[in-house]
């Protein structure tokens, strides 16, 4: 809903409780400082929003075996922080660590590999290296085909995102294609009203 003040509260309420009932590095731990993180990524508190992030990282090593996804989901969202801040370099090699984790310990095709792609496909856009952004979301989409229903929301995203590389390239014909496949898809797979036609 946006209001993140109230979510901050909640899972700062739920992790004092977690304090009071849980032994010290219980995996919990790391869920909560994982959603606060969110939070402050969310408001703009990058600094506030990474040390979470590595805060729930922390734990995790702790708790867990080596390769669980869930470090791959915190170097993930470390990865998205430092894309968020610009720090580009930074961005690519916690997004790097997530996507080899991912292959030690998920199958081939497995869903979020696509997400890791898609989240380099956006880096590098970021970085204007737009065939590499391509590439990225190539793979991204090669996965999808693989493992989601035809016409699931995810493939408009990724459609989105190749139109965005394209317009930024000057190709725009390709972009207006890319657009236009990302919108039927949304008209397939979303309510009428859905933020993401606005888009």
Request: charged letters at 20%; proline letters at 8%.
């Amino acid at each position: 809903m946006g209001e993140y003040s109230k979510a901050l509260s909640s899972f700062e309420q739920s992790l004092e409780i977690r304090k009071i009932a849980l032994p010290p590095n219980h995996p919990d731990f790391a869920q909560s400082y994982n959603n606060i993180g969110l939070v402050y990524n969310n408001m703009g508190e990058y600094s506030k929003a990474l040390s979470s992030y590595k805060q729930s990282l922390e734990i995790k090593n702790i708790a867990l075996p080596p390769n669980h996804p869930e470090l791959a989901t915190s170097y993930n969202n470390i990865g998205t922080v430092y894309n968020d801040m610009g720090e580009y370099s930074k961005a690519l090699s916690s997004y790097e660590q997530s996507l080899e984790i991912k292959k030690t310990a998920l199958p081939p095709n497995h869903p979020d590999f696509a997400q890791s792609y898609n989240n380099i496909g956006l880096l590098y856009n970021n970085m204007g290296e737009y065939s590499k952004a391509l590439s990225s979301y190539e793979q991204s989409l090669e996965i999808d085909k693989i493992a989601l229903p035809p016409n699931h929301p995810e493939f408009a995203t990724i459609y989105n995102n190749i139109g965005l590389v394209y317009n930024n390239m000057g190709e725009y014909s390709k972009a207006l294609s890319s657009f236009e496949q990302s919108l039927e898809i949304r008209k397939i797979a979303l309510p009428p009203n859905h933020p993401d036609f606005a888009q």
